[in-house]
């Protein structure tokens, strides 16, 4: 082993410009693969977050078959003691019930549908960045008045503003009759026109009294410490809850976020793939032109007695120094630039109004996980390896006698 270490690493500096070539692919592909790699999971989960601390939360305690059908008696009997006890059991105070309804509301001119959100008020603002994106007015104070908060959209097609009064009409969980006049306290403005023109929250005791809830809800909202956390908490809930209820984690309740996530995913993963061979062919160029060029002196050794396994393992051992010379040094620097950017973040020409109507961050941070640091580089040192399979076996078709006779 020791002199064939030590003939594979002479023979990779026996033409020094090509051998740095080489590996000079390896360390920008590395980088490249380090780098976009990162900049996809800090945007995936900026996506994830975005979605969800709107109104779904990481995961939702419901009625069963309410997440497909949303009937008003699908409900969560006693709703606030469940809350209640989750925040008890869980030590999370980071959730919240929510009633859900559909009703017509009507100003002065004009009537639109929308769903209507029973929230609390003091735990809404704990899993909900809508509170938060109150452009004119307040969010709701008690859980008893008689006030709407309704978005810019929506505003804008009842022609109604602060102070105003918008009339409720739609059914009661009994399927009796539900109506009541609110007053607008609030407007949001989210940069989502579909939420901003068909969604509006009252506080859940005004919802309880309108629609004839009697205590009851439609969903437990629930917000992990971090995103790793949900899968934990998901089965600590399914301990702590009854059997007429279920939960339903993000994935359940948002299947298109992560569709277009895997649809992304798909298309960057063609554009790696390509990358990894257009490497993987610049070794196996490498290996075939230093194979070929010292057959000469392999129809002498193999003369000698020398095996052609030997003779292939020395190759693929030029190619394992070269890419683990590439793997590290390209990780390493991968990884410095994505550090750099994940602590300074960057951002594209043109982005800031986009990101500002979508309530996206102006600056994109990359996220260095071991994962995008370790997959891109692995991936290309086992190209490489294969890549070099050919002038490997190559030597298995060597004749020691017209080998010596190539000059």
């Not at 693969?33 to 994830?48: A, C, D, H, K, R």
Request: hydrophobic fraction near 50%.
């Amino acid at each position: 082993m020791g002199i064939t270490f030590r003939l594979a690493w002479r023979n990779l500096w026996r033409h020094p410009r090509r051998t740095w070539l080489t590996i000079s692919a390896m360390i920008f592909s590395n980088a490249v693969l380090v780098f976009m790699m990162s900049l996809q999971l800090g945007t995936y989960e900026l996506m994830i977050g975005n979605t969800l601390q709107f109104l779904t939360g990481h995961m939702q305690v419901q009625a069963p078959g309410f997440k497909d059908d949303m009937k008003m008696r699908q409900v969560v009997n006693d709703i606030d003691a469940l809350a209640e006890t989750l925040r008890d059991q869980l030590k999370l105070e980071d959730i919240t019930p929510r009633s859900s309804g559909f009703a017509l509301l009507s100003s002065d001119s004009r009537s639109y549908g929308a769903q209507i959100l029973g929230v609390d008020p003091e735990y809404e603002r704990r899993v909900s960045i809508i509170p938060s994106l109150v452009k004119q007015g307040r969010f709701l104070d008690t859980r008893e008045a008689p006030e709407i908060v309704i978005g810019e959209v929506l505003a804008r097609n009842l022609k109604a503003d602060l102070g105003d009064e918008v009339t409720l009409l739609g059914s009661g969980r009994d399927g009796s009759f539900a109506a009541a006049v609110a007053t607008v306290v609030g407007i949001f403005h989210s940069g989502i026109t579909d939420l901003d023109r068909g969604i509006a929250e009252v506080p859940i005791g005004f919802f309880d009294d309108v629609f004839y809830m009697q205590g009851a809800g439609h969903s437990v909202v629930l917000i992990t410490p971090g995103f790793w956390m949900i899968e934990p908490y998901k089965v600590r809930v399914e301990e702590l809850i009854e059997d007429d209820v279920v939960v339903h984690d993000w994935d359940a309740l948002q299947p298109g976020l992560k569709q277009a996530i895997q649809a992304d995913l798909s298309g960057a993963m063609i554009i790696y793939t390509v990358l990894v061979i257009l490497v993987a062919f610049s070794v196996m160029n490498t290996q075939l032109m230093s194979v070929l060029e010292r057959t000469h002196e392999f129809g002498v050794v193999m003369s000698l007695g020398v095996k052609p396994a030997r003779l292939g393992w020395l190759v693929i051992l030029e190619t394992t120094l070269m890419g683990l010379g590439g793997l590290c040094l390209g990780a390493a620097a991968g990884g410095l630039i994505t550090l750099w950017f994940s602590y300074n973040g960057f951002s594209f020409p043109g982005m800031d109004q986009m990101a500002a109507q979508f309530n996206l961050p102006q600056r994109f941070f990359p996220q260095v996980t071991l994962l995008s640091l370790c997959l891109g580089p692995t991936i290309v040192f086992i190209g490489s390896l294969l890549s070099s399979g050919y002038p490997a076996l190559r030597l298995f078709w060597l004749r020691p006698v017209e080998a010596m006779r190539t000059v």
